[in-house]
């Protein structure tokens, strides 16, 4: 079992206070505020405790408001700055995905804003490429030594399934060309890539994709995304795409197709496929200019089926993701249900997001298919209530996911 498995977010008032008062550690840093390039140095210290280097398995500590003496900077603690705090974590320039807690805390007779964040259980983890460690009280840019202890306790740790090493496979198993050309320039800082002191083992190794520089066994992420022939090693990693003529399934099929790939491949050609049957209607009567109407917005569509391919099931599960197109909706039917701190009572309310698959979901970010973390379900059903539609349909069980989305009500009530 990995350090820190049962550790908590959830410090008292009382072992926050004394962590201030034992003054800067190298599990507790001061920032005076968030004006100027703070902000982005809060990103480095959270990334760095993320990373956990020590192997402490103890949450580290950012209190913001305080001086290096340990003395009130005069910092007003707002629920805008604990909102601009919160939104670093969806912010996707730390990836994995943090796991952190934002709160606002008396100490003496001030008050300070605090952020607490837990060791990640599949480092390493980044910060705009760079992979940031603690180095007592100081922080720094990882060696390729450190990089490499990182990536060997992620091994061992209790590790999501997307970075487990899957038997028999190995890197003749990975289209390389597209990890170099394509991958490796947007997951890894210039910098980085500039030092040229990592082989291609320790490469793949730092990015997941192989088990370690030592055992280059691939993993789930590494045929995901890079695979020659994803779906021989992972059945179920493909979408069921059916067109129908109707609104039952025993209608007939206009389209039907299995689209498989690596996740790239499946989420740009599913894109093509949507796009193709989104009918457009155009308006020269209403207005002097010429208005194109869309059945559905296709980003919002975009957003739902991305979400379907970040967060589904993908162990011990043969099932594909499916999308339905019917005449009067459209359902995206994805296997395994809510997962973590999203439950069947909760899905698809704003802000509770949580992450079966961290790792796919950093790489679908460095891929360019989700731009920030938690918030493609509140993009969709703001783009669909700008357009005319109802509020899309989520059921949730146990066992899968289903969204339902239907045409706007006008063109509705026009047929």
Not at 250 to 256: F, M
Request: charge should be negative; glycine fraction near 6%.
């Amino acid at each position: 079992m990995a350090h820190g498995t049962h550790t908590t977010l959830h410090l008292t008032d009382e072992a926050l206070s004394d962590r201030i008062s034992a003054g800067e550690s190298w599990k507790t840093e001061f920032k005076e505020s968030l004006r100027g390039k703070a902000k982005e140095a809060i990103q480095e210290v959270i990334c760095a405790f993320s990373n956990d280097l020590p192997r402490s398995g103890q949450p580290g500590v950012v209190v913001i408001g305080i001086s290096d003496k340990g003395e009130s900077t005069g910092e007003t603690v707002t629920d805008s700055m604990l909102i601009s705090l919160s939104d670093i974590r969806s912010s996707g320039n730390i990836t994995p995905a943090p796991v952190m807690l934002v709160e606002k805390l008396s100490y003496q007779d001030f008050h300070v804003a605090i952020v607490v964040v837990l060791p990640s259980t599949s480092p390493p983890v980044r910060f705009k490429g760079r992979i940031h460690v603690r180095i007592g009280p100081r922080r720094g840019i990882a060696t390729s030594q450190e990089e490499a202890i990182l990536n060997e306790r992620r091994r061992w740790g209790d590790q999501p399934f997307d970075v487990f090493a899957i038997p028999s496979t190995g890197i003749a198993d990975l289209n390389l060309a597209a990890f170099e050309y394509e991958y490796l320039s947007r997951a890894v800082s210039a910098e980085t890539l500039a030092a040229n002191d990592r082989t291609l083992a320790q490469q793949l190794a730092a990015t997941k994709m192989i088990d370690s520089h030592e055992d280059e066994t691939a993993t789930v992420l590494g045929i995901l995304i890079l695979g020659k022939c994803p779906q021989d090693l992972l059945p179920g990693t493909y979408v069921q795409f059916l067109r129908v003529n109707g609104t039952s399934l025993s209608d007939s099929i206009i389209d039907d197709e299995e689209i498989t790939g690596t996740i790239s491949d499946v989420a740009r050609r599913l894109n093509e496929k949507l796009r193709s049957h989104n009918r457009v209607a155009v308006d020269i009567l209403s207005d002097i200019i010429e208005r194109r109407t869309e059945t559905y917005p296709l980003e919002a569509l975009r957003q739902f089926t991305s979400n379907a391919l970040m967060h589904r099931a993908y162990e011990a599960t043969n099932a594909p993701v499916r999308v339905t197109w019917f005449d009067d909706r459209i359902e995206i039917h994805s296997p395994g249900g809510p997962f973590g701190y999203v439950k069947t009572t909760n899905f698809g309310e704003p802000g509770v997001a949580d992450y079966r698959n961290p790792n796919l979901a950093e790489s679908m970010k460095v891929l360019g298919f989700v731009q920030r973390f938690g918030i493609g379900l509140s993009i969709a059903r703001k783009l669909l209530s700008d357009a005319g539609h109802p509020e899309p349909q989520f059921h949730a069980t146990d066992n899968y996911v289903l969204v339902t989305v239907k045409p706007a009500r006008i063109e509705r009530g026009a047929n």
